[in-house]
């Protein structure tokens, strides 16, 4: 009995297998597959929209630091002066001090994660409009082109990919073209 049920589920397998490469041969054969990968984070940083925003991001950065940094310096010749003054002053006039001091480095730090989150809420808000602008690209370009599916090269868990598929270099050299164009 157990040989007439092994030879049953062997017959089985074996019909399954077939059909799944009959069918897959007839679907190879009745259309093309296109595939193709674009890495778009090279495509952001080398694009020259990409470069223009992340400078804008980094000129925003430095003069706020540059605000930071004269805070800071003021804190530090605060505590300089109280450290020179200290056996001078009443224990009163000291605590005063030292409580001025604690008050504008709270309020250094509050500034210092305002700026960082302003900024990162900045970078990303560029990167979502390029982004944007990206996937009609290729939307537009796998169209054109016939294309059944473009994926992300860094999100999709794109191991390994030939060359030929790899569409970074003309979706970036598009990109820049309809951006001078514009």
Known sequence: ???????????????????VFTASA???AESSVRLGFVDLQAVISQSKKGQDAMDIVKKEAAEKQKEISA???????MDADLQKQASALSEAAKKDREEEIKRKLRDLKRITEDVNR???????????D?????????????????????????????????????????????????????
Do not use: H, P
């Not at 049953?8 to 077939?18: E, V």
């Not at 805070?71 to 010749?77: D, G, L, S, T, V």
């Open 26 to 28: 007839s679907w190879a």
């Open 130 to 182: 390029l982004l944007r602008d990206l996937t009609t690209l290729i939307r537009d370009y796998g169209k054109e082109k016939g294309y059944t599916l473009i994926v992300e090269k860094g999100q999709s868990g794109v191991i390994y990919g030939n060359e030929a598929a790899d569409l970074t270099k003309e979706i970036l050299d598009r990109y820049n073209s309809r951006q001078t164009k514009k």
């Open 1 to 19: 009995m157990m040989r007439v049920i092994c030879g049953w589920r062997r017959w089985i397998f074996w019909g399954i297998t077939m059909a």
């Open 71 to 77: 805070k800071e310096a003021e804190i530090k010749q």
């Open 118 to 128: 302003d900024l990162a809420k900045r970078e990303g808000e560029m990167v979502n």
